[in-house]
């Protein structure tokens, strides 16, 4: 079946540090990968996402690129913000005519101080 | 544009009561899904629907009922609740299969004494 495993936290950074949050995936065939963000007392939200192997999803300074050779989608920003303290969720969705259950990571939490 | 509400949004339950938690969805979407969030456990799924009607089990759903009478809305009950039922619930609805994105409401948080 299908597994994530993601970089386990917590990370800490100060701000304007370069972040990357590892992500690694077992999947049947080359699905779409997702990165959620879960900000403090909310819920999880669509950080970015690719659809096809070689492809870079980015949002708000955040980047992943599908790398089918390594089964990875690593998460990288340049530049860390304070309001980027968050937890991070790498996701998968399941194999075609399967159930309906997306396979997350644990989460890395990320606390940026000033 | 509300997206996901889910009310009540904090609940403390003494071991044995019951309670339901609303989960509602104005963006016409077919599946909508129950997760619980506890320390190192990441959000495992309780239940879920792919349209109005029709409910099923996730990973872990024992102790846990659902319905699904409304497309709009996803109810989820706990009929005698348990110390281990102390955690944040999330409701999160979809357009289609789960490879469209997910839209989460913003958590229930219950505990159980």
């Known amino acids: 079946g299908n597994s994530v495993t993601q970089m386990e936290g917590p990370v800490t950074l100060s701000e304007e540090a370069f972040l990357t949050i590892n992500c690694t995936y077992t999947?049947?065939?080359?699905?779409?990968l997702f990165w959620y963000v879960q900000y403090p007392g909310e819920g999880l939200q669509l950080l970015l996402k690719?659809?096809?192997?070689?492809d870079k999803g980015s949002n708000k300074g955040f980047e992943a690129t599908y790398r089918k050779e390594t089964t990875s989608f690593h998460l990288e920003k340049g530049s860390v913000q304070v309001s980027d303290s968050a937890v991070y969720f790498c996701?998968?969705?399941?194999?075609?005519?399967?159930?309906?259950?997306?396979?997350f990571g644990k989460g890395t939490l990320l606390t940026v101080n000033p | 544009n509300a997206g996901v509400t889910q009310t009540p949004k904090f609940r403390v339950l003494k071991t044995g009561q019951s309670m339901t938690l609303l989960c509602a969805q104005d963006?016409?979407?077919?599946?909508m899904y129950w997760y619980r969030q506890d320390p190192g456990m990441g959000l495992r799924l309780i239940h879920y629907?792919?349209?109005?009607?029709?409910?099923a089990k996730g990973e872990v759903p024992d102790g846990y009922n659902v319905s699904r009478l409304k497309k709009q809305n996803f109810l989820l009950g706990l009929e005698s609740a348990a110390p281990s039922q102390t955690s944040v619930y999330f409701c999160?609805?979809?357009?289609?299969?789960?490879?469209?994105?997910?839209?989460f409401g913003n958590g229930t948080r219950l505990t159980v004494t």
């Open positions: 690719a659809t096809k192997a070689d």
């Open positions: 996701a998968l969705p399941p194999p075609r005519g399967s159930n309906y259950k997306l396979t």
């Open positions: 629907s792919v349209g109005e009607g029709t409910t």
């Open positions: 999160a609805s979809s357009y289609g299969v789960p490879k469209m994105p997910l839209h």
């Open positions: 963006m016409n979407h077919e599946y």
């Open positions: 999947a049947t065939g080359y699905p779409s």
